[in-house]
């Protein structure tokens, strides 16, 4: 268990889940966080970590590619014209999820769909609720992105159920309203005023 004066003027490195369940209750004045906004950037390999699921299943992982493009649509957008000498090679996404207990292994932002974002998202807000104390304060950067006429063709079977229980997010060119969506379910489900 890490006390207030074990980080006082301290920066603690790692992942955020498992700092925080460290963190005593209602100790922090004030959080200032930018989350890694979904499907922005890949952070490494090194980034990666293993969401939900059973912590005790000895995982049986199924590959899950996601292609990465530019823009809402399979075109090529006018930065990657011809007349361009030097185009940044976009990468496929790669993530994992479990056969056996539907955990998914990846990193925060890279998740195949919104909904799963946002629930990961949410685990991590809980913890900061817990350990912010009543009178303090948390500032939460936060953007949105566009939507694609395309719910997430390229997620596996497995996650496919739950994905389509809910409506398709976005119409193409349209914004997905994922901090608003974000701060909603953390009102409605989490009591944060």
């Known amino acids: 268990m890490i006390y207030p004066d074990d980080y006082i003027n301290r920066v603690i490195c790692g992942n955020t889940l498992t700092v925080l369940k460290t963190m005593p209750d209602k100790s922090v004045d004030c959080i200032v966080t930018s989350p890694p906004y979904w499907g922005l950037r890949d952070y490494g390999e090194d980034t990666k ?12 992982w199924i590959k899950h590619i996601q292609p990465k493009r530019r823009g809402s649509t399979d075109a090529k957008s006018s930065y990657e014209r011809p007349s361009r000498k030097e185009t940044q090679k976009l990468k496929d996404i790669k993530t994992d999820f479990c056969q ?12 195949p769909t919104l909904d799963l974002y946002l629930e990961h998202l949410l685990q991590i807000t809980a913890e900061l609720k817990r350990v912010l104390k009543k009178s303090g304060v948390m500032f939460w950067n936060h953007g949105t992105n566009y939507g694609s006429a395309i719910s997430a063709p390229n997620a596996p079977i497995l ?32 009591g944060w005023r």
């Open 159 to 190: 996650l496919k159920e739950r994905i389509f229980k809910r409506p398709a997010i976005g119409i193409s060119k349209c914004l997905t309203l994922q901090n608003w969506r974000l701060i909603l379910r953390m009102i409605d489900e989490q």
């Open 49 to 60: 970590t293993v969401w939900n699921g059973d912590k005790d299943c000895q995982h049986k």
């Open 100 to 111: 056996k207990c539907g955990a998914w292994y990846g990193q925060l932002g890279l998740e």
